[in-house]
């Protein structure tokens, strides 16, 4: 494996983290938002037990990802910062302002209502704005020669290949994180609230699926140089939809041997985060070597060896320390009896 394949394949894991772990956190807060006046449920106190401790782990990894990229890919780095300079600053606003109002929703009880509207609409655009840097990168709204870029947002804005990827970014967001807060509802014993994502991930589930198939399609007469690259590995698109049916299975199958209820969500959320994980491989292996297409590649951006070799082991260790963190956060508020039985407890209060 060369130095440049490498160090993508190390960007490409920190997205697809980063990806994963904030649609579910930006569509916990959507879901907190969207009940926000049915108590009795208790899905958005569900939601709030999630969103309070992982809002704060999950934003790790995007440092971790601008950092990287403008560690191993400069020329990229510079070229994306110019191009994206108006959708990035609206992303960093939101998140911003999104960060903040989670922040006083605790404390700021008089104020708990707005505030949850607020990240919780944030919570659905912020992925949208993200996702908008897949289409950007195929080149059709990038004028001008490396080093003068600029982002042409009417045409980017006109374009069906960019609301499919929209599209397919907010559905997606709103159906993991109903499947995780499903998962989470079984572990607290919140089956009312079970039942509720269990039914929003079946609605959800099938629309992303939809969107997919539409990214697809536009991708055919926008992008040709990369719909005949996801061709050429069609077999792993074929296997991804494969694991959405056993996710979309495991949300019919029975788990609770006492209690008429359907569901296994944890099999579910494993099977649709492996199909997103290959999905997602699919894509960025059919992407290569353009970074953004035609005029940055892989190797016209990529920095020196001594470099990349220095920030390499800095990754290597610094993912040391964090990853048994994550875990240890993971026993904490996924599994530990203790927390969900007392956070059930305040709930109640």
Request: glycine share 6%; hydrophobic share 50%; proline share 4%.
């Amino acid at each position: 494996m060369t130095d440049t394949i490498l160090a993508i394949t190390t960007l490409w894991l920190f997205v697809f983290f980063y990806s994963i772990l904030g649609t579910m956190d930006f569509g916990a807060g959507f879901w907190s938002f969207l009940y926000f006046n049915k108590e009795k449920t208790k899905v958005t106190n569900v939601a709030n037990r999630y969103l309070s401790p992982t809002w704060e782990v999950t934003n790790t990894f995007i440092v971790l990802l601008v950092i990287s990229l403008y560690a191993l890919f400069p020329g990229a780095a510079y070229t994306l910062g110019t191009v994206l300079l108006i959708p990035g600053s609206l992303i960093l606003l939101l998140l911003a302002i999104r960060s903040a109002f989670l922040v006083f929703s605790h404390i700021a009880t008089k104020y708990s209502k707005v505030l949850t509207y607020i990240s919780g609409i944030t919570g659905i655009i912020i992925p949208a704005l993200l996702i908008s840097v897949l289409p950007i990168s195929h080149g059709n709204f990038v004028e001008g020669e490396k080093g003068q870029e600029v982002l042409n947002l009417s045409a980017l804005f006109t374009s069906p290949h960019e609301y499919a990827f929209v599209g397919f970014g907010v559905f997606s967001t709103l159906f993991l994180s109903a499947l995780l807060l499903s998962d989470y509802s079984k572990e607290s014993n919140e089956v009312e609230a079970f039942k509720i994502y269990r039914k929003n991930a079946m609605i959800t589930g099938p629309i992303s699926l939809v969107f997919a198939f539409l990214v697809m399609w536009t991708m055919k007469s926008e992008a040709p140089w990369l719909y005949e690259n996801m061709m050429e590995h069609s077999w792993m698109l074929l296997l991804s939809v494969l694991f959405f049916v056993i996710g979309g299975i495991g949300l019919y199958l029975p788990y609770f041997s006492k209690r008429d209820v359907k569901g296994m969500p944890r099999l579910a959320v494993i099977a649709i985060v492996i199909q997103y994980f290959i999905a997602s491989f699919a894509y960025g292996r059919a992407h290569l070597p353009y970074i953004v297409y035609p005029i940055v590649t892989l190797e016209n951006s990529f920095t020196d060896p001594a470099t990349f070799r220095a920030v390499f082991i800095v990754i290597i260790i610094c993912s040391a320390i964090l990853l048994p963190g994550f875990y240890l956060f993971w026993r904490l508020f996924m599994k530990d009896k203790r927390y969900l039985s007392q956070q059930k407890q305040e709930s109640k209060k």
